[in-house]
Each structure stands twice: as structure tokens, then as C-alpha cells.
């Protein structure tokens, strides 16, 4: 769907000039990907894997591996063999709770997977049974399982919180079961995307000591998942080393091994900065605009939960002051609409170019190409993004502004 031109541009507006896209056009920033999970690496106390669901660009995800990112989080055995076929030395964890067999085979012994999250007595029936010796019919000895538990949601934009994890009253079971399968266990959440507080993982945590002290299993490694925060207008998020700090100290606090190791598996917060897109306004009506992408494309979150993102006009020859906006995107239906507001110049009209940024997570991967719309060319920019959580901007807050760890 997508065409990767070798192009390099200096910013959206050389693009734009140079190109006069009639389609949408992907910009990526691999210095702002990179930027981010170099953060990541140094900065978290513990291993960082790449939600690949985020962003599965083969460009982006040889990147993420160049600045250190060796293990992934794959749902999908498309996902597997993906990220396989890019990168042999890394190590894939199949984090969905829900596989089929076949997958879960073809993981395991085509591709070298060892590492799988479950939530229920019959996952872990299924991964047991399909990692058997094809021939021995022998159980394989070198499991790694993780146990997703369920915990809330409240303080993320994004709820992952009903669909996934037993509960408390099934955990403690589910351990005990799953330690008699493996060498290594795990304890593995989400706290939903775009989590906006620190606190979410200080509460997941606690569910999880809940869980171990219940259990009195051996647990090897905790995961306290995504939601790592990006930052986006009207939602500007506390410093990730807030996040990083509150989430070590309850580890330690964590009746585990005391080796167990600490994972994360950010998505969200190491692509979003990755990509931007031009989009071109095919027609105005009073302060609605039809672009050319749209909730079947990049824009899937701006339609489905009213998620703002940055727009700027990239004409020259705009000069009144900036009007909210709402768009209308290329399909034929009603629910193509992102109500925003996005704030453009006020004479913006048809023909003119828009760049929409932060688009890198959940975005760019969204495209689908419904109603014959979804083409898109990408190319590489060197500039900014939008905006940043890594580009030394942002000071951190004074003493008294950063939550206190208990
Ligand atoms: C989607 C997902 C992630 C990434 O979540 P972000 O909010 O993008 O950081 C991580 N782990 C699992 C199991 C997921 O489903």
C-alpha cells in the first residue's frame, strides 16, 4: 500500500513543494525514533521491548534494533515472522494472550520463540501442547510463560482493561499451573495506552504483589507492559523518568526472585514522534475541511476517540489568524469525520497542504484501503517533529510539581 521512496527532504514544506502530492504523503523521522528508544535503553531499569502492533514499518524497526532495542513483543505470527525476517539475533516474545496453535507451533519451532504470555488454564493447555517435540511427543523444557493479569485502566486515555488478564482470584491458580511448565515465569499487565499519571503502574504493581504473595510461586521476571505516555495537544504528560522511578522502586518492593528481571514494552512512546503526514484539502465548507485521509487512514484515533494532533498550514501565503477546524476524511460515510478542534490559519482553503504530526504510533499503521483510498507515499524528513518528549524542551518540573514516591 505503501511506496518507500530513497527520498530525504529537509521538512513537510520541501515535500509538499517538491511533490504536489495528490495522496497523502508519510513523513519519518528515524533520528526522533531513534532518539526515543535510546532514552528508553539508557533510561528504564530494565529491558525494553517494542510493541510492534504500534508501528510495524520494517524502516522503523531497524532502527529501534540499531539503538538497542533486541527484544519485541509480537501478537501475530505475521508480526513473528516479520520482525524474524528483519532481525535473526533478536528475541521475540508472543505477548497476546489468545493464539492459535498453529501460530504458537510455527513460533516456537520455526522461529525460535520461547517466550509467551497467557491468561487462562486453556492458553496455557494450547502453548504446552503445541511446543511438544513433534516426534518425542516430549514437553519442550525451555518455556518462558508469562501470566497476564488484569488491572485497571483509570488513569489512560486508551482502556486495554476488559478484554485481557484473569483476575485476582484466578492468578494465584494460574501461576502455580504455569510454574509446573517452565523454568521461568512471568507477571505481565497493561495499564492501557497513553497512561497519563505514574500511578497506574504503582497500582498494577500492587495487584501483582497481590498475585505473587497469593501464589507463593518463584516469579523470574515482571512486566509492567505499555502506556508509556507521548505527548500530544491537551495532553502533555509528567517526565517519563518520573515514570521510570516509580515503577523500580516498587519492583524492588516485590516478594521475587532476586534475580527476576524488569520489562517494559513500550509502543506508543518510542514510534510516536516517528512519523508525520501532508494531507491536502480538496474542499471547504465554513469551517469544515475534506482532506485526503482520513478514519479508515492515518487518522483512525482523531475519529474513534477525538484524539487532537498537531496540524500546521504549510503554505506561505496564509496570513490570517488561526481558526478551529474540523475535517472530514475521503470515504463516502458520516463516520470519516475527526471533530478535532485542529487550529489552522483562517483563509486556509482547497489545494492547500496540511502536515499532521505525531502520527508514528497507531497511525501510519492504521492506513486500510477502504472505499479505493489509503495510497501513500513515504519519505524521510530531517526536521523536528511536532513535538517532542526527547528533544531537551521540555524542563523538568520544579520539586514540589513531581508526584511523590511513596
Ligand atoms: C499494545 C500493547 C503494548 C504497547 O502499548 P502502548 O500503549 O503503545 O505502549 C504493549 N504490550 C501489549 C501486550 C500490547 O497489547
Known amino acids: ?33 531513534r532518539r526515543a528508544a535510546k532514552f ?14 504500534a508501528n510495524p514499518a520494517p524502516d522503523l524497526i531497524e532502527v529501534l534494533w540499531d539503538a538497542g532495542v533486541t527484544h519485541y513483543d509480537v ?13 535473526p539475533e533478536a528475541v521475540l516474545c508472543f505477548m497476546h494472550p489468545i493464539k492459535t496453535r498453529g501460530a504458537i507451533r510455527e513460533a516456537y519451532h520455526q522461529h ?35 501470566v497476564r493479569i488484569r488491572v485497571s485502566s483509570e ?61 507463593s510461586v518463584v516469579i523470574d521476571m515482571i512486566d509492567v507492559g505499555g502506556g508509556f505516555p507521548s505527548i500530544y495537544p491537551g495532553m502533555e504528560p509528567p517526565p517519563l523518568e518520573d ?23 513500550p509502543g506508543r512512546a518510542l514510534c510516536a514522534e516517528y512519523s508525520s503526514m501532508i494531507v491536502r484539502v480538496e474542499r471547504r465548507r465554513s469551517d469544515e475541511l475534506y482532506i485526503n485521509d482520513g478514519a479508515y487512514g492515518a487518522l483512525y484515533d482523531a475519529a474513534h476517540v477525538g484524539w487532537r494532533f498537531p496540524v500546521r498550514a ?3 501565503d496564509l496570513r490570517d489568524a488561526s481558526e478551529d477546524f474540523a475535517f472530514y476524511g475521503p470515504t463516502c460515510d458520516d463516520a470519516d469525520y475527526m471533530a478535532g478542534p485542529f487550529p489552522l490559519p483562517g483563509d486556509i482553503q482547497a489545494g492547500d497542504y496540511i502536515e499532521i504530526g505525531m502520527l508514528g504510533a497507531y497511525g501510519a499503521a492504521m492506513k486500510t484501503g477502504f472505499n479505493g483510498f489509503g495510497e501513500a507515499e513515504v519519505v524521510t524528513v530531517t526536521d523536528e517533529p511536532m513535538m517532542s518528549l526527547f528533544d531537551g524542551s521540555r524542563v523538568r518540573p520544579e520539586a514540589d510539581n513531581v508526584v511523590s514516591l511513596r
Open 1 to 33: 500500500m505503501h511506496s518507500q521512496s530513497e527520498a530525504s527532504f529537509a521538512d513537510a514544506r520541501a515535500v509538499a513543494r517538491a511533490l504536489q502530492p495528490d495522496d497523502p504523503v508519510i513523513l519519518n523521522r528515524p533520528h526522533a525514533a
Open 40 to 53: 528508553f535503553v539508557e533510561s528504564f531499569p530494565g529491558k525494553v521491548l517494542y510493541a510492534v502492533k
Open 75 to 87: 501478537a501475530s505470527i505475521a508480526e513473528v515472522r516479520l520482525v524474524r525476517a528483519l532481525l
Open 112 to 146: 525460535g520463540v520461547k517466550t509467551f504470555s497467557l491468561d487462562s488454564a486453556e492458553e496455557l493447555e494450547k502453548i504446552v501442547d503445541a511446543c511438544r517435540d513433534p516426534e518425542t511427543g516430549e514437553p519442550a523444557r525451555d518455556l518462558r510463560l508469562c
Open 155 to 215: 488513569y489512560s486515555e486508551l482502556s486495554l482493561a476488559s478484554k485481557f488478564g484473569c483476575d485476582l482470584l484466578e492468578a494465584p491458580g494460574l501461576l502455580q499451573q504455569s510454574r509446573q511448565h517452565c523454568d521461568w515465569l512471568g507477571v505481565c499487565f497493561h495499564v492501557g495506552s497513553q497512561a497519563m499519571s505514574p500511578f497506574a503502574y504503582v497500582q498494577a504493581l500492587d495487584r501483582t504483589r497481590a498475585a505473587i504473595a497469593e501464589a
Open 243 to 265: 515514570y521510570f522511578q516509580i515503577i523500580h522502586q516498587h519492583f524492588y518492593a516485590l516478594p521475587v526472585a532476586y534475580n527476576a528481571e524488569l520489562w517494559c514494552e
Open 314 to 316: 504549510l503554505e506561505d
